[in-house]
C-alpha cells in the first residue's frame, strides 16, 4: 500500500470558521487549563483571595460596633477606607506570585512552537505573523488580567452587600484598579512574549522571564544607589507592579508618575519589539 507525505489539511475557505488568532489562544488556554501547575496557582490565588475577604469581613464588622471603639483606634492603620486600603486590593504578595505563575505559563508560548518547530506550519496556513503574535499577547496578558478580576470585584461586591456606599472598598474603587490591573497585565504580558520568543525551549522560556524579572530589578537598585535618585528603581518590574495601584489612586510613590511611564513604556517597547522580530518567519526554526 502506498505511503503519502504528510501534508496539511486543505485550507478554508475565507471567512469560515474562528479568526486563526483566536484558535490559537484557545489552543494555549486548553492546554494551560489541563496542567496540573495551573490548578496549583488556582489553589494559592484562592488561599489569598479568601484571606482578603475574611480581612475585609471582620474588618466591618470591628469598624460598626461601638463597644469596639478604642480597639478600631488601636487598628487604625487596618480599618480605615481610604487610598491606601484600596490599593491593598491588588496585592503585592499576589502580584509577585503571579509574575511567577506568568513566567511558568507564558516561557513556553512561543518557544515551544520554536522547540517543535510548529510556526512554519502554522504560516504555511491561514496564519500570519501578526495573527501569531496576537493570540501568543492576548493570552500572555489576559491570563494575569483574569486572575487579577476575581480581587477587585469580590471584595467590592462583598462591600456593597454588607455596608452598601460606606463601606471599606470605594464604590468607585474598580474604575482606579481596573486600569491599574490592566498596565501590570500589558507588563507581564510584554516581558513574557519577549522571553519566551528569545528562549528555544518552554524552560529556557522560564529561565528568561525570571531573569527579566529580577534583573530588572537588580538594574534599577545599582542605577538608583549609584546615583542617589530612587526614582531609577522605576527600571525594575516589581517597582512598576507595585506603583500603579498606589499612583492611580494618588498615593505618593518614591519614583512619581513620569518615571513609571517611562519604566512602563520601555519595558514594553523593548519586549514587543523582540517578540515581532523573533516572530517572523525567517525566524521560525533554530
Do not use: C
Request: positive net charge; glycine residues 10%.
Amino acid at each position: 500500500m502506498p505511503i503519502y507525505a504528510p501534508s496539511l489539511p486543505p485550507r478554508p475557505e475565507p471567512g469560515q470558521g474562528l479568526p486563526p488568532a483566536l484558535v490559537i489562544f484557545r489552543f494555549d488556554l486548553r492546554r494551560v487549563l489541563r496542567l496540573k501547575l495551573g490548578r496549583f496557582f488556582g489553589f494559592v490565588f484562592l488561599a489569598i483571595l479568601l484571606i482578603l475577604v475574611a480581612q475585609l469581613y471582620v474588618n466591618h464588622l470591628m469598624a460598626s460596633k461601638a463597644a469596639l471603639a478604642d480597639i478600631r483606634k488601636a487598628t487604625e492603620a487596618f480599618l480605615p477606607q481610604g487610598a491606601r486600603f484600596q490599593a491593598g486590593l491588588l496585592n503585592p504578595f499576589m502580584i509577585t506570585i503571579l509574575w511567577l505563575q506568568v513566567a511558568l505559563v507564558g516561557g513556553g508560548l512561543v518557544a515551544r512552537d520554536t522547540l517543535y518547530r510548529i510556526r512554519p506550519l502554522l504560516y504555511a496556513h491561514p496564519v500570519t505573523p501578526l495573527d501569531y503574535l496576537g493570540a501568543k499577547a492576548l493570552f500572555a496578558a489576559g491570563l494575569p488580567l483574569a486572575v487579577m478580576l476575581p480581587f477587585i470585584f469580590l471584595p467590592w461586591g462583598l462591600s456593597l452587600a454588607i455596608a452598601g456606599l460606606h463601606g471599606p472598598v470605594w464604590p468607585t474603587a474598580p474604575l482606579y484598579l481596573l486600569p491599574a490591573a490592566a498596565a501590570v497585565s500589558a507588563l507581564m504580558g510584554a516581558v513574557t512574549l519577549g522571553a519566551s520568543s528569545l528562549a528555544s525551549s518552554p524552560k529556557a522560556g522560564f529561565g528568561w522571564a525570571l531573569g527579566i524579572l529580577l534583573g530588572s530589578s537588580a538594574l534599577g537598585g545599582v542605577a538608583s544607589g549609584a546615583l542617589s535618585d530612587p526614582r531609577w528603581m522605576a527600571l525594575g518590574l516589581g517597582t512598576l507592579s507595585k506603583a500603579w495601584p498606589r499612583l492611580i489612586l494618588g498615593l505618593q510613590t518614591e519614583q512619581g508618575w513620569i518615571p513609571v511611564l517611562l519604566g512602563t513604556g520601555f519595558h514594553l517597547a523593548l519586549w514587543l519589539t523582540i517578540a515581532v522580530r523573533r516572530t517572523r518567519p525567517s525566524e521560525a526554526t533554530i
